[in-house]
């Protein structure tokens, strides 16, 4: 159980407090509204490169990072499709400077422009080392249009082509910030051995002046439903053919995202997964096979990627798979292997939360689907599953006309 | 009221005082294994790390340490490898398996309510592995699949260059595994290396999170018996065989990014030098503001990241600058780093940015004993170095007191870029 207090300042800003007392560290998370959704088609992977302009400097402070390292602190951020996060730790008696740093930087940056320059730089280089130059790194570069043909989720957030970013310019980088970074869009949670009123006092005191912003809607387009299996063919450089299929699931706030979640864990949670046990030790078809699902907010995907051991043909590592889908949707789970993977979620929890930063991040991310306390029920929730809803489910994901698959195969 | 607040200056600084290093309780089983709690936390979960003498200096086959850690979870005298497997996932537990150079590792991670029926497992494993032939191609075939993809990625061949440049390949700091290595090894191999190595003489206990009275009970019925003594073998001493060249390539081609290695051999632990070359080493790769970082990353734009560690082994040690840059730019990134070595050697550091490093480093030892896991994780190396408590106390006062002087001594004696070792994968040399 995660206990914590709430309150929100007058211009929009949403602070969570949690106490625990047993660490001399405290986090502060703070969690923009916007993500790689919020992209326009020609400008993809904005969002991620605005996530380094932000440790360019803001309109009083020259530098993010050395005022923080000169306490202890520590810092780092992520963008995803759906949300930007900026997470800090701090030795707990210098946590003033964590809200002087963060609060100059939502109140203005300092847009210079050495720092865009260099970071778009910074931004290609990304792409290239964790993207263009691995080995299968731009699956998902390729899977994800493959699946959305209309929905923002089409494009990974590091962005369509390296050339959006180089393209970049100042005006949109301002007119990015005005849009997105005030504070009612924004949700900050500060855990650690602290008091609410003290957070409350510093909270009013540093974000207090900051102008509220204009609220944002968002109105994306609806992905309309996929009515015929889509299937591609690359050949690249890599030493085996991997095989990655996708499912369109249902979102976040969708009550069979549960059962969903699940399904995953049934097919390839631990060793004991289906998908490990039969393609992998039974049939030798895969060296390595994972169920997973994407974890977006909006409708995101089911998704199954393997590598098949040299020799095995797609042809019939990919029947073997099917016959294992066909299986979770024709008969139902046995108890025994429910209550596994139930039993699984549950440790995986606990573990997830060994310290006060993971508990921000978590508060973070479920204040923004609508409530911090959702934490505190999601074993609840996963427990209350049933076989039925797991066979219910499964039979609505794994629709041959639901499914885009992308062969990466090796050259020679 | 928004008028007093001064947005210019940070607030004040409070010191950060002195460390409080938890103290772990240490006790003994009957068989002479010397176990290490961590009792603390806020969630009901438990860690139990089996430390073995087991690593890859160990071997004398290259993989055979790896595949026989691997191994140990496929098939015991009394389960299944799916029977394990599956029991594991039912009680929500997991292990983890590490095989590194000096030691190996196998550590249950299980919720406190089911111990009683992970731990059985843990000792199962540990004790009465048997090594199944038909698992072992599984195993074996898998690894052997990662490794070549592995060798597609510039920054794995550089790690794995660079080691053969500075040990030699012979030495076992220093093996490049190849593939056709892994299909020289069996289960014969296996069996030998595990009854030299996995036994009550070769092994001690790391536990973490929130204890239950009467765990060293358990761990005593489990583990404290003379059931599965054996004979420590003495280590093997190596010789050094590194290269003799100081600029070496490795040509991938088609890459758009150059891997760099730039280091040399060091030392372990235990050396007077080792806490002055943590400071040293923070100033030029250690954390983000470093000078490495500022340079590469926040002026120029080479690359996402570049870094250096100073990385301590039992018989050794060695420092080394690693990065990814942008493959046209690797003449200047490769210029700019010898640019800051020398510096260091030349100049003394500035006290602002001694006392930058010396903040930072500090609340990097805080964060690296938050937590009961990250207790047990610290410690671990240490433990198996022989080295104590005091060990970071004398890192804590050298991080306080290290002069500008000292440091520009070390880098004299250590970082002199004509001294040192550079690799470079990627599509063109210089």
Redo the contacts between chains.
């Keep these: 159980m995660t206990e914590f207090d709430r309150f929100t300042l007058d211009n929009g800003l949403r602070v969570v407090v949690h106490r625990d007392s047993s660490t001399p560290i405290v986090a502060m998370n703070i969690l923009y509204n916007v993500g790689s959704r919020d992209e326009h088609p020609d400008r993809t992977g904005f969002a991620h490169l605005f996530e380094h302009l932000m440790f360019g400097g803001s309109v009083n402070i020259p530098r993010y990072d050395e005022p923080l390292e000169r306490v202890g602190g520590e810092n780092n951020a992520f963008t995803n499709n759906d949300f930007t996060n900026y997470y800090l730790t701090v030795p707990g008696h210098n946590l003033e400077t964590a809200f002087w740093l963060e609060s100059d930087r939502m109140l203005n940056l300092a847009f210079s422009t050495k720092s865009f320059d260099v970071q778009r730089n910074v931004v290609v280089e990304e792409f290239r080392q964790n993207y263009l130059n691995q080995p299968y790194g731009d699956a998902w570069l390729l899977l994800r249009p493959l699946a959305y043909k209309v929905h923002p989720y089409q494009w990974a957030t590091i962005g369509i082509d390296p050339s959006h970013i180089e393209n970049a310019s100042m005006d949109e980088v301002r007119d990015f910030y005005e849009r997105f970074y005030n504070p009612c869009n924004a949700i900050m949670v500060i855990a650690g051995n602290v008091e609410t009123n003290e957070i409350k006092a510093l909270s009013e005191k540093w974000f207090g002046v900051i102008e509220k912003g204009t609220v944002y809607h968002r109105n994306l387009p609806v992905e309309p439903t996929q009515t015929e299996a889509r299937t591609l063919t690359v050949h690249r450089d890599v030493p085996y053919d991997a095989i990655y299929k996708s499912w369109h699931m249902c979102s976040r706030a969708d009550d069979g995202f549960f059962a969903t979640d699940l399904i995953s864990d049934i097919l390839s949670a631990g060793q004991s997964g289906r998908l490990n046990q039969q393609l992998v030790k039974n049939l030798r078809l895969f060296s390595e096979i994972n169920a997973f699902i994407s974890g977006d907010i909006e409708a995101g995907l089911f998704v199954i990627t393997g590598k098949l051991i040299k020799g095995v043909s797609m042809a019939d590592a990919e029947a073997a798979l099917q016959l294992e889908i066909d299986e979770i949707c024709k008969n139902e789970i046995a108890e025994n292997e429910l209550q596994k993977v139930k039993n699984r979620v549950e440790a995986m929890m606990a573990f997830s939360e060994m310290r006060v930063l993971d508990k921000a991040m978590n508060l973070a991310y479920y204040e923004l689907l609508g409530d911090a306390s959702l934490v505190n029920s999601l074993v609840h929730k996963y427990a209350s599953v049933t076989a039925n809803e797991i066979s219910v489910e499964a039979k609505k994901i794994f629709k041959t006309e639901n499914c885009s698959t992308l062969y990466y195969l090796a050259k020679n | 009221m928004?008028n007093l607040?001064n947005?210019?200056s940070?607030?004040?600084?409070?010191s950060?005082g002195r460390i409080q290093f938890p103290q772990p309780q240490i006790s003994q089983l009957s068989n002479g294994i010397k176990v290490y709690q961590f009792n603390?936390?806020?969630?009901?979960?438990i860690s139990i790390e089996m430390v073995f003498a087991a690593g890859s200096w160990f071997q004398k086959k290259p993989f055979s340490a790896m595949a026989t850690n691997l191994m140990l979870?496929e098939g015991t005298r009394n389960f299944s490898?799916?029977k394990l497997?599956?029991t594991?996932?039912?009680?929500?537990?997991?292990f983890e398996n590490t095989t590194e150079r000096d030691n190996a590792y196998i550590t249950l991670?299980?919720?406190n309510k089911?111990l009683n029926n992970t731990l059985p497992l843990l000792s199962e494993i540990v004790k009465n592995p048997v090594f199944p032939a038909s698992?072992y191609?599984?195993i074996a075939?898998?690894q052997r699949?990662?490794l070549?993809?592995n060798r597609?990625?510039?920054n794995f061949l550089a790690r794995t260059h660079f080691n053969s440049i500075l040990f030699g390949s012979k030495h076992p700091y220093g093996i490049n595994l190849e593939p056709n290595d892994i299909g020289r090894v069996n289960t014969a191999d296996l069996v030998e290396f595990h009854k030299s190595q996995y036994h009550s003489g070769n092994c001690t206990i790391i536990v973490a999170g929130l204890i239950k009275p009467g765990l060293i009970n358990d761990l005593e019925t489990y583990f404290g018996g003379s059931d599965w003594s054996g004979n420590s073998i003495s280590p093997i001493q190596y010789l050094l065989s590194g290269s003799d060249q100081k600029y070496n390539f490795h040509q991938k081609e088609?890459?758009?990014?150059s891997a760099i290695r730039i280091g040399g051999l060091m030392f372990s632990r235990s050396h007077p030098d080792f806490a002055g070359m943590k400071v040293l080493n923070a100033i030029l790769g250690g954390?983000?503001?470093s000078r490495l970082m500022n340079n590469l990353?926040?002026?120029?734009?080479?690359?996402?990241g570049i870094g250096s560690s100073v990385v301590p082994l039992r018989n050794g040690g060695f420092f080394v600058i690693s990065g990814?840059?942008?493959a046209g730019v690797i003449k200047e990134a490769l210029s700019e780093i010898k640019f800051e070595l020398n510096r260091l050697c030349t100049e003394q550091v500035g006290e602002s940015e001694l006392?930058?490093v010396r903040?930072?480093l500090?609340?990097?030892m805080?964060?690296a004993v938050?937590?009961?896991?990250?207790q047990a994780d610290l410690y671990s190396e240490l433990i198996e170095d022989g080295l104590d408590i005091s060990h970071f106390e004398q890192l804590t006062d050298t991080i306080n007191h290290i002069n500008a002087q000292q440091l520009q001594d070390l880098a004299i004696r250590y970082l002199n870029p004509d001294d040192l070792f550079t690799l470079v994968v990627g599509p063109e040399g210089i």
């Design positions: 928004t607040l947005r210019k940070q607030p004040a600084i409070q950060l603390s936390g806020s969630q009901d979960v979870r490898a799916q497997s599956e594991l996932d039912y009680f929500g537990a997991h991670y299980s919720l089911h698992e191609d599984v075939g898998k699949q990662m070549e993809v597609q990625k510039v088609g890459a758009m990014q954390y983000f503001g990353r926040e002026d120029k734009g080479y690359t996402y990814e840059v942008g006392s930058l903040s930072y500090t609340g990097e805080l964060r938050d937590g009961p896991f990250a």
